[in-house]
C-alpha cells in the first residue's frame, strides 16, 4: 500500500523560510514523479512543483526562485524548501506522486500559514 | 502559461448525467486527467490519459477529449458523487503541470 505523509507545517511570518517533507512507503521517490500541490483556503488546487525520476525539477511561476524541490533516496523522502515566503502562500499542501504525468497517489497534506 | 477553464458550478438531480467541460487551447493534442475532492479530503484520481479508469473507480465515471473541450461524464448522479471536480494536464512547452478551476457538482 503507497502512502505519502507531509510534515512541517505551520505558522511562519512573511519573509520567513518553511521546509517541508513527505515521507513516502510502497513505492521509491527515485523512481517516480513527485510534485507539490497546494490549495489555498477556499480554493481550486494549484501546482506548485515537480522532480522527475532524473531529477530534473520544474516550478510554477508563482513560487520559482523562492521554493526549493529536491528527495532523499536513502530515506525515500521528498523535500520543498520554501523561503521568502508571502501571505498568497498560506494553503494546505499536498504530496502527490505517479509513474507518470498525473497525480496518483496524494498524502493527506500539511497547513501552511503565513500570517504576522 | 496554459489555462484550462471549467463551469465554477453544476446541479443535477439524481440518477441525471453530468457532463463536465475543461476548455483549452488544442487540449485535443494533450492528454487530461480528472481528480474528484470532497470536503475535507485529499483528491483522488477519476480519469488518467483522457479516458482511462484508476481501480475502483465506478464505469459510471468516463471521459473524452477532442479539439478544445475534454469532458468527464458522470452517469446516473447519486448523492456520493457531490464533489469538487478538477482537470489537469502537463503543458511540455512551458514543463508545468495545470490545473483546471474546479467544477462544484451538486446532486439535489
Known amino acids: 500500500e503507497v502512502q505519502l505523509v507531509e510534515s512541517g507545517g505551520g505558522l511562519v511570518q512573511p519573509g520567513g523560510s518553511l521546509r517541508l517533507s513527505c515521507a513516502a512507503s510502497g513505492l521509491p521517490v527515485s523512481g517516480n514523479y513527485m510534485s507539490w500541490v497546494r490549495q489555498a483556503p477556499g480554493k481550486g488546487l494549484e501546482w506548485v512543483s515537480i522532480i522527475f525520476r532524473s531529477g530534473s525539477t520544474y516550478y510554477a511561476d508563482s513560487v520559482k526562485g523562492r521554493f526549493t524541490i529536491s528527495r532523499d533516496n536513502s530515506k525515500n523522502t521528498v523535500y520543498l524548501q520554501m523561503n521568502t515566503l508571502r501571505v498568497d502562500d498560506t494553503a494546505v499542501y499536498y504530496c502527490?506522486?505517479?509513474?507518470?504525468?498525473?497525480?496518483?497517489?496524494w498524502g493527506q497534506g500539511t497547513l501552511v500559514t503565513v500570517s504576522s | 502559461s496554459y489555462v484550462l477553464t471549467q463551469p465554477p458550478s453544476m446541479s443535477l438531480d439524481p440518477g441525471e448525467t453530468a457532463r463536465i467541460p475543461c476548455a483549452g487551447n488544442n487540449i485535443g493534442s494533450k492528454s487530461v486527467h480528472w481528480y474528484q475532492q470532497k470536503p475535507g479530503q485529499a483528491p483522488v484520481l477519476v480519469i488518467f490519459?483522457?479516458?482511462d479508469r484508476p481501480s475502483g473507480i465506478p464505469e459510471r465515471f468516463s471521459g473524452s477529449n477532442s479539439g478544445v473541450t475534454a469532458t468527464l461524464t458522470i452517469n446516473r448522479v447519486e448523492a456520493g458523487d457531490e464533489a469538487d471536480y478538477y482537470c489537469q494536464v502537463w503543458d511540455s512547452g512551458t514543463n508545468q503541470n495545470v490545473f483546471g478551476s474546479g467544477t462544484k457538482v451538486t446532486v439535489l
Open positions: 502527490a506522486s505517479s509513474g507518470d504525468y498525473y497525480f496518483e497517489y
Open positions: 490519459y483522457d479516458s
